[in-house]
């Protein structure tokens, strides 16, 4: 599940494959990008900001893009099989001067618009915890600024902190035993659980497997709760159940298979 460590993994593929060279293939599918044609123009550069990715080329224009739920770019060497899904999925091609291809799968957002005006697709987000702009106690006010929300909604709201997602939204309030529905104003120490989020997606920013566990763990689970619903807790043994969703008709629901261990409830 893309989030923001995935993210900016693909912001340094898609930099160090297309970064520096002019485009000889631009193919965007999708209606409203059906005639423009970025060939000819040297990639400056794609950077990750929260869960959005902006590649920047000559011209003053970015393409920006969000993997949403599945959505990847994949990078190809010259006469490399595509591998990424069914061509159907493709909506967008970039090629470059040096045989490197971009390809994006089921991109559910893809825009084109002038650099100067990146503002208007990120400018609202929080801080990034994997960016230049990381203010941590602009993060924590902008957490503790609804002091009765559930802490795991707030987490996940951009708004607050740009780069948790469901899998780490579970993390943090495992690691900080309390559940997602305690009002964000209660959490005790909360500036320790912003530290925790920084430090677990600088933590897992360069590494294809995800891990939060420490390491006499890692043999067993690479992850304290999601996605470990009826297994055993790494705290107290018995195993974790379902949350219920947060709200009817949720993202964040049972399907997503966040658990709540049972020692949150003991207070193990």
């Not at 591998?83 to 090629?95: M, V």
Request: proline share 9%.
């Amino acid at each position: 599940m893309p989030e923001g460590d995935t993210v900016w993994q693909a912001a340094r593929r898609l930099d160090a494959a297309l970064a520096g060279h002019a485009l000889v293939r631009s193919d965007l599918r999708v209606p409203r990008l059906a005639t423009a044609d970025l060939r000819g123009r040297t990639v400056l550069e794609a950077v990750a900001r929260g869960k959005h990715l902006l590649t920047r080329v000559e011209g003053g224009l970015t393409l920006h893009s969000h993997l949403r739920m599945d959505g990847a770019w994949k990078i190809f060497a010259p006469r490399e099989p595509w591998r990424g899904g069914p061509a159907h999925q493709i909506r967008a091609i970039l090629a470059a001067d040096n045989g490197r291809t971009a390809v994006g799968y089921r991109l559910p957002v893809l825009d084109l618009l002038r650099t100067a005006d990146e503002q208007r697709v990120v400018g609202h987000l929080g801080p990034d915890l994997l960016g230049p702009d990381w203010d941590p106690d602009e993060a924590l006010r902008r957490l503790l600024s609804d002091p009765a929300r559930p802490l795991g909604t707030a987490l996940l709201d951009q708004r607050n902190l740009a780069g948790v997602g469901n899998v780490y939204m579970a993390e943090l309030c495992f690691l900080a035993r309390v559940t997602p529905w305690l009002p964000v104003g209660e959490l005790p120490a909360p500036e320790e659980l912003v530290a925790t989020a920084k430090r677990l997606l600088e933590a897992n920013r360069t590494s294809p497997n995800r891990t939060t566990t420490p390491p006499a763990a890692r043999a067993r689970t690479r992850l304290h709760v999601y996605a470990r619903a009826g297994r055993p807790c790494l705290v107290c043994g018995p195993p974790a159940a379902p949350y219920p969703p947060l709200t009817s008709g949720s993202a964040w629901d049972v399907r997503e298979r966040v658990v709540e261990c049972l020692c949150l409830l003991l207070s193990c």
